[in-house]
C-alpha cells in the first residue's frame, strides 16, 4: 500500500427529510445564496419549491442560475461567476446531479478569478480560492457531492476536462435518497454504471497489498449490481435508491483509492465521446468498459480480473483463469445491456470517421491509464471494438 493523507471534510446529511437542516447550515457561511439547478426536474418534483421555502422562512436571500446542461458548459459557468460578484454571493447551492454540482464548483471558483473561467478549467493550478459550496443531490452517479473535482465542457473546441481543488469539496450535502425517485429509468441506469466505473478505476490498479481497498471495493461493485436493477423496476423502492446513493459517494470520495496510485483509464476515453457527441457520461462509459476489459486482459493483468470474477460475481474458482475472467467481462457486458443501456457507439449516434480524432484527442497528455497504458492506436481499437 501506497502512503497517503486522508481527508474528506463534507459534511453529510443522509436520509429522510434531511433537508431541515438546509437554513441552519447555509447560515454558517451567510445569507446570500445563489442557487444552481439544471433544466426543470427539480421544479416538477417538489424540490425546488421546498427549498425556496425553507430560504425563505430563515430570512437568506437566493439568486438563481438555472438550465445547467447535462454537460455543463464553459458558458453558463461564466454567467454563474458574473452573478456571484454582482450579488456579492456568501455560499453556492447546487441542486440536482453531478452537472448542476460540477457547475456549481467551477463558478465558485471563477468568481474569484478575474480571467477567462476557461484557463482555471484548462489549468487548476490557477485557482486559488472558491466560495463555500454545499448540494442537495437528487442523482446517484458521479459523486460530485463529497469529492474535489469538476467536469466542464467547451463544445466551441470540442473539449471536455476535469478540474480540481481542495476547497471544491462541497462544505456539506443533503443525500434524501427520496429525491432520486423521479430519476427515469434511463439515468438510473447510466448513474449506475458510472458509479461502477468510478470503482473500477480504482478496482483495477496493480499497486500490491491494497487488500482492505479491494475488498470495499467489490463490496460497492456488488450493491450497484443488485440495487441498480431493483431502483429501475421500483423507482421508489427506498432501500434500492439509498444504497445506490451512498455508493456514488464511497465510489470516488477517495476511500477506495488512498493507498493505490490510480490513473484514470475509461473516463478519459469517454469524456471525448461526450465532448464530440454531447451523450449520457454513464451510457458512454457502459459501452466502452467491457471492450476495455477485453483488450487490457494479459498475463500481468490476469489476476485482477480473476479476483473480480470470483469475488464480484461468485464465478467458480476451479477452472481455467482466462475463462473466469472473460465470463467476467461478459458478465459485466449482460448487466450494462439488462439495465437497458445500448452497447455499441454507433446506437448512440457516433460516427466512425470521428473515432481516430477522438482517439487523437484522448491522448493528447500521453498515454491513458496506468493499468495497461493505452497510445492512440489502443484507443482507437478499443473505440472500433465498441462501435
Ligand atoms: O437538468 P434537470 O432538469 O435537473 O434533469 C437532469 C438531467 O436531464 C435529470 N435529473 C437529475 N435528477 C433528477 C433528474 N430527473 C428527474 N428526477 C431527478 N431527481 O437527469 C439528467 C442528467 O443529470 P446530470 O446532472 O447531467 O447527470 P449526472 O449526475 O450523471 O452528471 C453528469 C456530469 O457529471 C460529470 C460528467 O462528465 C457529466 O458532465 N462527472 C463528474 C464527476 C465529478 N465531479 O467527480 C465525475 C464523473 O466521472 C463525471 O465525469
Ligand atoms: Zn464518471
Redesign the pocket.
Known sequence: MLNFEYSIPTKIFFGRDKINVLGQQLKKYGTKVLLV??????KR?GIYDKVSSILNENHISYFELSG?E???RIETVRKGAELCRQNSIDIVLAI???????CAKVVAAAAYYDGEPWDIVTDPGKIAKVLPIASIL??S????EM?T???I?NMNTNE?L?TGHPDMAPKFSILDPT??Y???AN?TA??TA?IMS?IFEAYFEKTKEAYLQNRMAEALLKTCIKYGKIAIEEPENYEARANLMWASSLA?NGLLSYGKGSKWSV?PME?EL?AFYDIT??VGLAILTPHWMKYVLDETTLVNFVEYGINVWNIDENQDKYQIANMAIEKTKEYFISLGIPSKLSEVGIEEVKLEKMAEQATRFGKVGNFKPLDKQDVLSIFKAAF
Open positions: 439547478y439544471g433544466g426543470g426536474s427539480i418534483n445547467v447535462p454537460n455543463p440536482g446531479g453531478g452537472s448542476s454540482i460540477d437528487t442523482l452517479a458521479t459523486g460530485s469529492d473535482f469538476a467536469v465542457t471536455k476535469g429525491y432520486t423521479s430519476v427515469p439515468q447510466a448513474g458510472d468510478h470516488i473516463h469524456h461526450s457520461h454513464g
